[in-house]
């Protein structure tokens, strides 16, 4: 079998996602990458991958019911392309279709290793995607989170 039949038979393999599945996902993608550190006070998740964050969004607004102007965006990059912010900014917004005055001011990462992206033209930096006044859904995701743990491994310990 060729790669694009493969890959093709995956996305018919997934088809159409209910509500409970898109609820499980987002719960388990902000497992992987939602912001856990212990201080946090707010939802939030990192990410470089466009399609992970368009599925994030789906995820706030259709299992949540988080409105657009709960949410803030943040774009990390590495200093040396603090030339190109308003450029990685503007693809973010365009892409997500959410305003640009969500944007908040950037965060330029520091590094003794100056990283050169393969991909220059490609390299949007990692958007930071937060929800204000969210700390009650935040303790509601660790439960969340302990729930799936529990459903799935309850049986195997």
């Known amino acids: 079998m ?11 393999e997934v088809g159409k996602l209910t509500k409970r599945e898109l609820f499980l996902i987002g719960v388990s993608l902000y497992w ?16 470089m991958d466009e399609n992970m964050a368009k599925l ?16 803030s965006f943040r774009v990390t990059a590495n200093i040396k392309y603090s030339d190109k912010i308003k ?15 969500q944007f908040v001011k950037p965060f330029y990462q520091k590094s003794k290793q100056n990283r050169v992206y393969l991909n220059n033209d490609r390299y949007f930096g990692v958007l930071r995607i937060r929800v ?26």
């Open 32 to 47: 992987a990458e939602g912001f856990k550190h212990k201080d946090e006070s707010s939802l939030g998740l990192a990410t």
């Open 87 to 101: 450029e990685m900014e503007q693809h973010w917004s365009d892409s997500l279709g959410v305003g640009i005055d």
């Open 56 to 71: 994030y969004l789906a995820w706030l607004k259709e299992c949540l019911d988080i409105r657009n102007d709960r949410l």
């Open 132 to 157: 204000r006044k969210s700390i009650n859904i935040l303790r509601k995701m660790r439960g969340w989170i302990a729930g799936v743990a529990r459903a799935q491994l309850s049986d195997k310990i």
């Open 2 to 12: 060729f790669e694009s039949e493969t890959f093709d038979k995956g996305v018919i």
